[in-house]
């Protein structure tokens, strides 16, 4: 291998202390793995050349934020011509829009999603106010059917994610298949809209057709300004939270997982991924510190990637939530309970794929921390 070799980006670091964007030249080796940072405007060496594995290959492509020795760095272009030929893969990121008619759906679209090759990096059920649905529509605000369209977009809660994969864009409109589902179910019989969706306005799913509108829509879902967004739909009555693991994501089971969910007859009423540190998952996981042996593994599982929580709603729902999770062990859980859900998709008791509230009493307090205290 080539240990000269390197790639160049621009990179944003936000300073916090300062309240401003600082711009850096990122180097990365391959050769070795390691890093160099330069400081644009100073023309100043900011990190000597230093070995980091945390960085791999894969991570830098335009959009891309990075965590280099806990600064989080967006990748906002390449740094030379031989970065740009080398790496300037197609690798983009869209969005894909569940609709109020397809929510019941969301399992098995994300299925297609992941079967598809994507990569989910944002997800988060959202409602919209009458002014959210009209800014995400304003190019058609002339057109006749403009009302019943914001009627229908503020009905009931969507499903936004932030999805990633060569050609991204161009690959998610071909899933869609045509904008009206009676003309997709003649020309294009395999796709979401044909599958789920109704006409031409209640066709299940959305995605942006150029790199421009992409961009404008993501940024409407999930501000990069640090603004949440529209809101998320958690109810906090009757409920109890159940988190899907970050082994299981990185897996491709969130679909098949939320298909099961739904089977079973729970209702999904608030759902989003996080990306958690150390320190929230250890004050999550509070109550188990001292009393479960596997304490620190389970910490380290839970931040290990992105995981997705959920708020589940359904009477005395904490007992019954619970018992279709089975037990933690899913060795014994395959044993006692074969349906249940760690039965299914468990490995070990660490990655036992979902963790779920214990007390009926702390139901409420879970879906809080997640869908009141990290999303703010």
């Known amino acids: 291998m080539n240990h000269s070799e390197r790639y160049v980006f621009i990179a944003e670091w936000y300073d916090p202390n300062a309240s401003l964007l600082r711009r850096y030249e990122l180097l990365f080796y391959p050769g070795d793995g390691s890093v160099e940072m330069h400081d644009v405007k100073n023309h100043r060496t900011f990190l000597k050349r230093t070995k980091y594995d945390d960085l791999r290959l894969e991570d830098l492509f335009i959009g891309n934020k990075v965590n280099i020795f806990s600064r989080q760095l967006v990748l906002i272009d390449y740094g030379d011509q031989y970065t740009a030929r080398q790496l300037g893969s197609r690798k983009e990121k869209t969005l894909a829009l569940i609709k109020p008619d397809a929510v019941s759906k969301a399992g098995e ?53 932030e999805i990633l994969r060569d050609d991204a864009i161009c690959e998610w409109k071909r899933l869609l298949g045509p904008a009206n589902s009676g003309v ?30 992409a961009a404008r829509e993501m940024e409407l879902f999930f501000p990069s300004s640090g603004g949440c967004g529209p809101a998320n739909t958690a109810k ?69 990637g992105p995981c997705v929580a959920m708020e589940i709603q359904q009477n005395n729902c904490t007992k019954t939530f619970r018992e279709f999770c089975g037990p933690a062990d899913p060795e014994i859980a395959r044993h006692l309970r074969p349906e249940t859900l760690r039965a299914i998709f468990g490995k070990t008791k660490i990655q036992n794929a979902v963790h779920c509230t214990d007390l009926p009493e702390d139901g409420l307090l879970e879906v809080q921390y997640f869908f009141k205290i990290l999303d703010n």
């Open 236 to 304: 906090f009555t009757n409920c109890t939270c159940c988190i899907i693991k970050p082994h299981a994501i990185s897996e491709g089971l969130l679909g098949k997982i939320l298909m099961a969910i739904r089977e079973a007859g729970f209702d999904i009423s608030a759902m989003q991924m996080f990306n958690m540190d150390r320190v929230n998952v250890e004050e999550f996981y509070e109550v188990y510190k001292g009393v479960v042996t596997e304490y620190n593994e389970m910490v380290t599982e839970m931040y290990s």
């Open 184 to 213: 997709a179910r003649t020309d294009a019989p395999g796709s979401i809209r044909a599958l789920f969706g109704t006409d031409g306005i209640r066709n299940a799913a959305h995605g942006p057709d150029s790199f421009a509108s």
């Open 109 to 161: 679209i994300i299925e297609i999603i992941n079967k598809a090759g994507f990569t989910i990096t944002k997800l988060k059920m959202m409602m919209l106010s009458r002014k959210e649905a009209t800014d995400f529509h304003v190019d058609h605000q002339s057109r006749p059917f403009f009302n019943e369209l914001i009627q229908f977009f503020t009905s009931g809660p969507v499903i936004a994610l």
